[in-house]
């Protein structure tokens, strides 16, 4: 089997992917309460609900709260909805300036070569050694906390994950006899760069999005969890850094600290999904078994 | 009596089309001590004929139908157990890029005392001098036992390959492409150290080939495959001169000679059916300048011709003007 | 062949190094050429020869590190960027591996048009060259491949789309590099006819390079044989192959598979391998494996001297027969 | 071997160069007075003068740069606000508690993940396989520090088995690091955070692991071992575990290297007293000397670590390591 074929066959099939189907799914059931939190969530999340005039904490499961509330007796599901607004923006800002930074530097990388690709590579060697969450957590300190820090995290560090493949495959498609032909055909460089190549490795750009936006995800929690992240913003991180500063563990609350670590677990894991479903299609050979 | 006699044999690939009949229904006999030539266009079926007789199929792959009658044993009905038992030992393999049939991370010496020490049953000491030996026979240096496959150029990767497909003195080796991606002058080389080692080890050689002088220049006899079938087989000064079937008339004239500027090149116009759906008739004749509606309808059966050749052909009986007819590029140009 | 017409492209004492581990080492040795139009050389040797590096430099797909290529009348030995380009239009590569040579997501009709436009032909000549092009390759009729893409063409199919996109710009010289080996044996034919009549009814020049001297003698009246990056022989094909004079091109003949049952198989001329062979300094680089190397042969690195009219042959032994 | 070894090394100290530079910059371009991030107002005027001069922090910006890289080569990192000790000091403390935890977490995992990984490849399909890649999946989309609650809720806070934080029960003293090793009480502490950070790591070896087994078993050699009648296990264990163990023994050192800073959230779940947890203690508490010592230990050991892993692979890799002879 010729390799065109096999990939042209493996595009078909990711859409018909089981893992790929389920990944999309989470991603359109996170996107919804995102974009409708106002209509779906049945509280206001910041608001002090209270029973009679005492303050309606740590209320168990109930018709009134599926979740229950928490200790500052505010409703857990409304917080997990509205958390989704934030996770979303996050992941897609942060994902969108990974896979934009990296893909644009790996196929400048791997196709130009010689000192361009020595000075990028260098850049890349460089980030690699910086630990991540600790060099987030000291931005975050030195600055002011918050989403913007973790983007920017994100965004400056992650990138050498992404350049490095789409470089790997830059350079694996240059050696294709028809980039050389582009050449012989009269292409200018930034025309063999931008309409030969940049469409091949877009799939596999986007798949490492898709991975991209459960790291700046874990990222934002981390951060939250760990108390530099926006007070005055509902994520799931900063949920989980409440309850775990108010006890919640000690007490048992599962419903407060359960459910926003499980959001953000289904939220990552569908990237995994996602990009393993398109596994397939980075390694032809192993769906030709 | 042929060391291996193949009946009837249907290798099918499962595929999202459904079964795809990479060998259809095929005949070919192998007799002990010569060399026999396999030859046709990729995707006839000829290397999946090679690893069907060894009984290592792409996992998708299996054999629907036949049978493989080697050393006087049906070899098909016979337990896994014993068909792993046979293999390496009665029948081996020489694979076309030796660099990938190789393990990357293991000196020779190691992948050679493996198959001496486990399938062989020779001790440590034995199975060196032994590995020495073979190195010696195939025209390596002993010396270059302790190096990693890519320390090798393509030509003395072969040789080990040969080494390691005779270590076991099989009766029978299939070499698949063994000389496709060398250099002329490596390619001659290979194949006179295969003819030798044949000559003196009394071998039975499956050689497969696209190569038609790659056939004349090693083998004794050769079998056309075309689309899943032996269209036919004989002795190779037979075939070669007084060939029966028009593909393998076609093919005698496909490429050219260096002795002889003269040569008209004949290009065979078109391309082979898909074997999803094989046609009903003769496989060839969507492609053959003499196809009537006979081919097209009927499929033509294997028919033995003079002396020791096979064909399968409806024109059989024409065959010498056909040849005339054949030479002539206008003839094939009417398919286009 | 008439001796008076102006070569189409010439180069002279071209050179290709590179470091590996620190040595310095040549790809390409004192490589000199021409071709004029209407005219077919081949180059032929085993791989890591320097042919294709050869092939490449002479279409400025690689620089020089020495030596000169003057073609069409300029010299291109150093262009760069847009004049390189416009030159490009005139000098055209063949592929070898047509299931590679196309960009798979482009359509056929897409990858024809890619030179058109690159090159500013106007867009209301595109449809007329199309259709000329693809008759010319026999890809008839024109509309009914137009839309397809790669994956859906044989072997033999994309080869002559590969050489209908070298034809379009109207080229002055095509370059095949080994243009039917990745072929079905069937199918060779086809493309080989091809070329050669558009040699022939365009008047172009060509080279080609393959390891097959069969084929290089089916299409080239002249023939270049290359060892380890120098030219070691050079002459009329027929000729050449006739009565080698270099022992390395005896070698390389005797060793050309035919397709007879009455051929010569004595063992060929030659010793050792291509890895016993000598990496630097002077001296003949075929000395460790010629049958006939003599002392001056480890000292002395022969030159290039004509034997016969049109032949020349790079060995110090005297009549070389 | 030996050249590509002297070059990573030459590569490994220009990175470390820049990185404690970066380091440097950063510490210096935050808003407010440089020079009172670094002294206390707590210390005492004789302290205070001390640092001072010590750190140069009344010279300018290229002399501070210089007694900084200095200081650092002699290992003098400052000296920390709350505590009172120096920066040096307290890594040392809480770094063999990082390494500890890092270690035990990582070899559990990679052995669990080899195996699994591998056993996984030899099964393929079938629900087995259904069940075990999504949630080998799930196991590394998880926040670590959410699985670490989820274990502290139900296995200390419910269940009481397990303490619910730091290195040693109350009132307990060890003398030194040695003695706390072989104390059953460190250890039943180790224990959760462990088996939390080792249920995060096994996925990635787990997968990588499967992955590489599954393309090398569709490599030719291993065709050719099967024709060749060796036993399964010669060649699942000879030849694909070989050839596959390549990228996973990198993907150890690697993660040996991320690891040590990544154990900052669970360090801080479990109040292990491990360098990550001292991070963000100092950053909590603006102590600018010890954040700074803390990160780059953490930075370090990473940028050493992924050296390690580029040579390592080298090393175990004979088409890298032995050239070929041509």
Redesign the interface.
Known sequence: M????R???SVRSVRLDP?AT?GFTIYTAIAAMAVFARQLAPYDPKAILKVGNRIARYLPLSPEHWLGTNSSGRDVLSQLIWGARSALEVGLTAAFAVVAIGTLLGLVAGYLGGWADRVITWFA??V????????M???????RPGAGVVIFTVAALLWPNTARVIRAQVLSLRE???V?????????TA?IMFV?LL??VLPLAALYGSVAI?WAI?AE??AS???FGDPEIISW?GM?QE??ANQ???R?A?NW??P??AA??????A???IS?GS?KLL?P??A?? | MSLLSIRGLTVTYATGAGPLRAVDALDLEVPAGSITGLVGESGCGKSTLGRALMGVLPDRGRIAAGQIVFEGRDILAESERARRALRWRRMAFIPQTAMNALDPVQRLSAQMAEVLIERGGLGRAEAAAQAAALFRLVGLDPARLSAYPHQFSGGMRQRASIALALALSPSLVIADEPVTALDVIVQRQILDVLRELQARLNLAMILVTHDMAVVAYACDRVAVMYAGQVVEAGPVAEVLERPLHPYTMGLTHAFPDVHDSAMALVPIEGSPPSLLNPPAGCRFAARCPFADPRCVAEPPPVRPFGQDHLVACWHAEQAPALRVRAADPQTWAAIA | MTARVTPLLQATGLEKTFRSRGRIVHAVADVSLSVSPGEALGIVGESGCGKTTTARMLLRLEEPSAGRIVFDGTDITHLHGSALRSTRARAQLVFQNPFDALNPRFSIRRSLTEPLRNFGVPASEHRDRIDAVLRRVRLTPPEAWLDRKPHELSGGQLQRVVLARALIPGPRLIVADEPVSMLDVSVRAGILNVLREARDSLGLAAIYISHDLALIRYVCERTMVMYLGRVVEEGPTAELIATPAHPYTRALVAAVPVARVDQDRAALPIRGNLSDTPTAGAGCPFRDRCPHAMARCATETPLLRGIAPGRRVACHLEGAL | MLRLAAGRLGHLVLVLWVVTTLTFVLFRLMPGDPTLNFLSPSFSQETRAALLKGFGLDRSLWEQYLIYMGNLLRGELGQSFLQGKSVAALLGEALPNTVILTLVSLTAAYAFGIVAGAFLAFRRGGVVEALAIPTTLATRAAPEFWLGMLLLAGLAFQAGWFPTGGALSPGKEMGSFSESLISADYWWHLALPALTLMLFLQGLPLLLMRATMLEVLNDEFIVMARMKGLSRWSIVMRHAARNALLPVVTAFALGLGASIGGNVVVETVFAWPGIGRLLVQAVQSADYPLAQGAFLLIAAVLVVMNTVADLAYAALDPRVSVGAKR
């Open positions: 010729l390799p065109w074929t990939g042209c066959r893992y389920v060697d460089i690699l050694g910086l630990p991540f969450l600790p060099f957590l000291i931005l975050a300190a030195l600055t294709r006899a028809w050389e032909a582009a050449r012989v055909t009269g292409c200018s025309r030969h469409p091949q459960g874990l929690a981390s969890f760990l108390g991180g989980l309850s775990y919640a563990l000690s048992g599962w600290f359960a926003p670590g953000i677990m289904a939220m990552v894991l990237g995994f999904l393993r596994e390694f050979k192993l030709d078994q």
